[in-house]
Nanobody, 123 residues
């Protein structure tokens, strides 16, 4: 099973990026997918999740209104659109497949993790 986050890069503050999460097998099919991030010297933290149908979404307070998580259908890749990026958004971003159709802010609700993609926001 492979889960891969991609789309990271270097962007100026105020800019945008779109991250993608794709998986082999069926780990994201019909399951919730979460996004987490880990900034240098900090613990990994929750960013957002989307339920299996794409209608249930939840965000961390720090990204609410700026980030949007989406998926076209239960078997499609999951995307994280990030607008109005700030230097404090700089981190390695990970996607993870949950053990159920319902997402969670808690890491141990997720069974599969990708290797992450680095987002760097310059001031």
């Amino acid at each position: 099973v492979q889960l891969q986050a991609s789309g990271g890069g270097l962007v100026q503050a105020g800019g945008s990026l779109r991250l993608s999460c794709a998986a082999s097998g069926h780990v994201i099919s019909n399951n919730a997918v979460g996004w987490f991030r880990q900034a240098p010297g900090k613990e990994r933290e929750f960013v957002a999740y989307i339920g299996w149908k794409g209608t249930l979404r939840h965000y961390a307070n720090s990204v609410e209104g700026r980030f949007t998580v989406s998926r076209d259908h239960p078997k499609s890749p999951v995307y994280l659109r990030m607008n109005s990026l700030k230097p404090e958004d700089t981190a390695v971003y990970y996607c993870a497949a949950a053990r159920s159709p319902v997402g969670s802010r808690v890491e141990n609700a997720y069974a599969y993790w990708g290797q992450g993609t680095l987002v760097t926001v310059s001031s």
